[in-house]
C-alpha cells in the first residue's frame, strides 16, 4: 500500500521536468519510498512570453506558479503548493508538503517560502510546507570568474618546484602538467557554472529579454541578501542542504617516496555551485549532507629521464558534480533516508 506522503519537485536552471525522470531520482523514491505517485509532482516552470519553457525566467515569477498564481485547472495539480498540500490531506496524508529542489529550484523555493505577505508577482506562502531539501543549490551564490587553483602560485614550494624545472632537474615537468591539468580544470568549471548562470540556447529559442538568472545568482545579489537575512525561512521548516564536493589534492615529491616539496588540496565543490555556497542556507538552521569525492595526484620529480606521468583528466569528475547529482544512487537514498526520517 502506498504512504500519503505530498512531494513537489523543482528543477534548475535551464533544466525541464524530465530531469526528475532520466536519472531515475523519481522513480527511486517511488519504488523504494513506497510513495503515493499521485502525491509525488513535478513542478514546471511555465511559458515564457515567446510561447517556449520559461527555464531562463525571473526566479520571482516562476516562483509565483507554486503559490498558485497564474495557472490553469491542469497546471493546478502538478504545480500549486496548495493544491498539493489539500490533495494529500483528501488521501489522509499530512497537510504539510516536501520540497525537493535541485540548483536554482531551491533558491526558487526558499523565495516562495519567504513570502508571508503577498509580492509584486502575488506569491504568497500559506505555511503548508514541512520539509525543504535543496540538491546544489547555490545559496550563496556563484561567482562564474572564481575559478580554484591546484597549487597555490606565491608558495615557496611552487617557487622552488619551477626552478628545478628551469635548471632541467625535473625532467617529468610537473608545474607545467599542474598548469595543464588547471587549464581543463577551469574550462571544466566555466561551462559548468555558465550553464547554471547562462546556459546554451536551443536553436528554436528566442528570447524577448535577457535572462535576470546572473544577476539574481551572483553573491552580491539583493535578491540573495533579501533570502538570506535571518527570519526569511520560516523557523519550522526542516530544511536540509544537499551538496556535492569534488577535492583534489596535489603532491609533488623529490624522488619515489621522498620528501614532499608541495602537498595542497583544493575543494571544487561540484564543479558549478563551491561547496561552501551550498552546503548551508545562511540565516536559517539546515543541516548539510555532503557527498565528496576526493582524488589525489601525485607527481615524482626525478633526476633523469622523465618517468611517465598520467596527464589525464578521466575520472575527476565523478557523480558528485552538478549536472550528475540527481542520478548518483548515494543522493538518491539519501535524500529516501530523509523522507522517512
Same mark, same amino acid.
Given at each position: 500500500?502506498?504512504?500519503?506522503?505530498?512531494?513537489?519537485?523543482?528543477?534548475? @536552471?535551464?533544466?525541464?521536468?524530465?530531469?526528475?525522470?532520466?536519472?531515475?531520482?523519481?522513480?527511486?523514491?517511488?519504488?523504494?519510498?513506497?510513495?503515493?505517485?499521485?502525491?509525488?509532482?513535478? @513542478?514546471?516552470?511555465?511559458?515564457?512570453?515567446?510561447?517556449?519553457?520559461?527555464?531562463?525566467?525571473?526566479?520571482?515569477?516562476?516562483?509565483?506558479?507554486?503559490?498558485?498564481?497564474?495557472?490553469?485547472?491542469?497546471?493546478?495539480?502538478?504545480?500549486?503548493?496548495?493544491?498539493?498540500?489539500?490533495?494529500?490531506?483528501?488521501?489522509?496524508?499530512?497537510?504539510?508538503?516536501?520540497?525537493?529542489?535541485?540548483?536554482?529550484?531551491?533558491?526558487?523555493?526558499?523565495?516562495?517560502?519567504?513570502?508571508?505577505?503577498?509580492?509584486?508577482?502575488?506569491?504568497?506562502?500559506?505555511?503548508?510546507?514541512?520539509?525543504?531539501?535543496?540538491?546544489?543549490?547555490?545559496?550563496?551564490?556563484?561567482?562564474?570568474?572564481?575559478?580554484?587553483?591546484?597549487?597555490?602560485?606565491?608558495?615557496?614550494?611552487?617557487?622552488?618546484?619551477?626552478?628545478?624545472?628551469?635548471?632541467?632537474?625535473?625532467?617529468?615537468?610537473?608545474?607545467?602538467?599542474?598548469?595543464?591539468?588547471?587549464?581543463?580544470?577551469?574550462?571544466?568549471?566555466?561551462?559548468?557554472?555558465?550553464?547554471?548562470?547562462?546556459?546554451?540556447?536551443?536553436?528554436?529559442?528566442?528570447?524577448?529579454?535577457?535572462?535576470?538568472?546572473?544577476?539574481?545568482?551572483?553573491?552580491?545579489?539583493?535578491?540573495?541578501?533579501?533570502?538570506?537575512?535571518?527570519?526569511?525561512?520560516?523557523?519550522?521548516?526542516?530544511?536540509?542542504?544537499?551538496?556535492?564536493?569534488?577535492?583534489?589534492?596535489?603532491?609533488?615529491?623529490?624522488?619515489?617516496?621522498?620528501?614532499?616539496?608541495?602537498?595542497?588540496?583544493?575543494?571544487?565543490?561540484?564543479?558549478?555551485?563551491?561547496?561552501?555556497?551550498?552546503?548551508?542556507?545562511?540565516?536559517?538552521?539546515?543541516?548539510?549532507?555532503?557527498?565528496?569525492?576526493?582524488?589525489?595526484?601525485?607527481?615524482?620529480?626525478? @633526476?633523469?629521464?622523465?618517468?611517465?606521468?598520467?596527464?589525464?583528466?578521466?575520472?575527476?569528475?565523478?557523480?558528485?558534480?552538478?549536472?550528475?547529482?540527481?542520478?548518483?544512487?548515494?543522493?538518491?537514498?539519501?535524500?529516501?533516508?530523509?523522507?522517512?526520517?
Amino acid at each position: 500500500m502506498s504512504h500519503p506522503l505530498p512531494v513537489m519537485f523543482v528543477h534548475g @536552471f535551464n533544466g525541464d521536468p524530465g530531469d526528475w525522470t532520466d536519472g531515475g531520482f523519481r522513480q527511486y523514491l517511488l519504488e523504494h519510498g513506497g510513495l503515493d505517485p499521485d502525491l509525488v509532482r513535478i @513542478f514546471r516552470y511555465g511559458l515564457a512570453e515567446d510561447g517556449t519553457y520559461n527555464n531562463r525566467g525571473d526566479l520571482r515569477r516562476i516562483a509565483a506558479r507554486l503559490a498558485g498564481v497564474g495557472l490553469t485547472d491542469a497546471e493546478r495539480l502538478t504545480c500549486s503548493v496548495d493544491q498539493l498540500s489539500a490533495d494529500s490531506v483528501a488521501r489522509g496524508g499530512p497537510s504539510h508538503v516536501t520540497l525537493i529542489a535541485h540548483s536554482l529550484g531551491g533558491i526558487i523555493s526558499r523565495y516562495y517560502l519567504a513570502q508571508a505577505a503577498p509580492d509584486t508577482f502575488g506569491t504568497h506562502y500559506r505555511g503548508n510546507v514541512g520539509r525543504l531539501i535543496t540538491i546544489g543549490s547555490p545559496h550563496r551564490g556563484v561567482d562564474t570568474l572564481e575559478l580554484t587553483k591546484l597549487a597555490p602560485r606565491n608558495s615557496v614550494a611552487w617557487g622552488f618546484v619551477r626552478l628545478l624545472e628551469k635548471l632541467g632537474l625535473a625532467p617529468a615537468l610537473p608545474a607545467q602538467a599542474i598548469d595543464a591539468w588547471e587549464t581543463a580544470l577551469d574550462q571544466s568549471q566555466r561551462e559548468a557554472r555558465e550553464k547554471l548562470a547562462e546556459g546554451p540556447l536551443p536553436e528554436s529559442r528566442v528570447l524577448l529579454t535577457d535572462s535576470p538568472i546572473p544577476e539574481q545568482l551572483a553573491p552580491d545579489s539583493p535578491l540573495l541578501a533579501g533570502l538570506n537575512q535571518p527570519g526569511s525561512l520560516p523557523a519550522n521548516i526542516d530544511a536540509h542542504c544537499v551538496y556535492g564536493d569534488i577535492r583534489l589534492r596535489v603532491r609533488v615529491l623529490l624522488g619515489a617516496g621522498g620528501v614532499s616539496l608541495l602537498d595542497h588540496a583544493v575543494s571544487f565543490g561540484d564543479l558549478a555551485v563551491p561547496a561552501r555556497s551550498a552546503r548551508e542556507i545562511p540565516g536559517a538552521t539546515s543541516t548539510p549532507h555532503e557527498y565528496s569525492t576526493e582524488k589525489l595526484i601525485e607527481l615524482t620529480l626525478r @633526476f633523469g629521464p622523465a618517468a611517465t606521468e598520467s596527464r589525464s583528466l578521466a575520472g575527476f569528475f565523478p557523480e558528485t558534480q552538478h549536472g550528475r547529482l540527481l542520478s548518483n544512487p548515494e543522493v538518491q537514498d539519501g535524500v529516501l533516508a530523509l523522507l522517512n526520517d
